[in-house]
Structure formats: structure tokens, C-alpha cells
């Protein structure tokens, strides 16, 4: 889509502006912010820069009910509330309507006593509100939080080292030397 859009008349000129409105953004941003994650070893001192304490542990304790601990990491040792904090704080400036999302997300959790709650408590909750992904007749009024931590958890977990390379032993762009044909006999028919 990018390659049709270059040859289109008037494009060389759009993307120049587009490109210099976005080095100068990033300048500015260098000026005034840190859009850096901190280095891997640093997340377990993370302290949260955009949720409350008590949002922070909410959105802990929900991830790690949406991806939890068992044989393999889950939510907690990805830092998967460290990281959504990071991006939910870079947004400021740049895409204000998620922090919105998530100030909304955060009250309606608030709303709903979630950090009060037991773990088997949050868990029904989550069950509840997350409902209508399992039966498109169902609705809630809490889905939309569901889905809003769903889909930053899912992200951020398998971006994540953890969900990466230790849970997904993603092995890195590798290339095969030689290809080594099918040994099963019911592959072999044309």
C-alpha cells in the first residue's frame, strides 16, 4: 500500500512533510521525555508513571489472571503491568484517547471493588465480563475493559522476552542449509 501510495502524483511531497513533522516530533520528545523502556533487569524496581498503586495492582493481579503462572511464566514475570504503565504514559502526548480508554477501564474496575475482591472473586469477574467473546448473543457492560487489558496483555506478554523466548522458544531468524523432504509415507502421494 505504502509502494502504490509513492507513485501516486503529490506523494514525494506528502511523505516529505510527514517524515518532518515526525523527526521533528521525535526531537522534541527527546527534549522532554524518555520513550525508552527501561532495560530488562530495571522492570522489577519499575515504578508506575501513568496508573495509581492501587490501578497498578489491579492491573497486575487481572493480567496475571488472563495469562497466569504455572508450568511456564505468565503475566507477572513478562512485567506485563510495568510495560502497559510505559506505553499508557507514553501515549500522553501522542494518542491521548488511550489514556482516556484506560482512565475509564481503571474506574470501571474501581466500580466493581476489583482490587477488595478475592483471586477466585476477580476470577468470576473476569469469567462475567468476558462472556460475550465466548457467546456473541451475551453482552456486558464490562467487556469493553476485558478486551482493552486482554489485547495489551496479550501484546505485551508475547513481545515480551518471556512470552518470546522462553515460552514460545522463538529461536531467533534463522535459515535452513538444507530442507529435508517428508518422511511419511502418506505424504508422498501426488
Not at 506528502?14 to 533487569?41: K, N, T, V
Not at 519499575?46 to 497498578?56: A, G, K, L, R, V
Not at 476489583?114 to 460475550?132: C, M
Request: overall charge negative; aromatic content about 12%; charged content about 20%.
Amino acid at each position: 500500500m505504502v509502494v502504490r501510495a509513492t507513485t501516486t502524483a503529490g506523494a514525494a511531497q506528502f511523505f516529505r512533510g510527514w517524515l518532518h513533522a515526525s523527526e521533528s516530533q521525535l526531537a522534541h520528545a527527546h527534549e522532554h521525555h524518555s520513550f525508552a523502556p527501561p532495560d530488562p533487569h530495571d522492570w522489577n524496581s519499575y515504578q508506575p508513571q501513568f496508573f495509581s498503586p492501587e490501578e497498578f495492582r489491579m492491573l497486575d493481579a487481572f493480567t496475571a489472571i488472563l495469562i497466569p503462572t504455572d508450568e511456564t511464566p505468565g503475566a507477572r514475570e513478562a512485567h506485563v503491568a510495568a510495560f502497559t504503565d510505559f506505553v499508557v504514559n507514553a501515549a500522553a502526548e501522542y494518542a491521548p484517547e488511550m489514556q482516556e480508554q484506560w482512565r475509564k477501564a481503571m474506574a470501571w474496575l474501581r466500580s466493581q471493588q476489583f482490587s477488595e475482591l478475592t483471586t477466585q472473586q476477580q476470577v468470576s469477574l473476569i469469567e462475567r465480563i468476558s462472556e460475550p467473546e465466548r457467546d456473541t448473543s451475551k453482552t456486558h457492560n464490562g467487556f469493553p475493559v476485558y478486551r482493552l487489558l486482554k489485547d495489551m496483555t496479550v501484546h505485551a506478554f508475547y513481545t515480551s522476552r518471556v512470552g518470546l523466548i522462553d515460552v514460545l522458544e522463538y529461536k531467533g531468524l534463522a535459515y535452513l542449509t538444507e530442507f529435508p523432504a517428508c518422511t511419511h509415507p502418506e505424504h508422498h502421494r501426488v
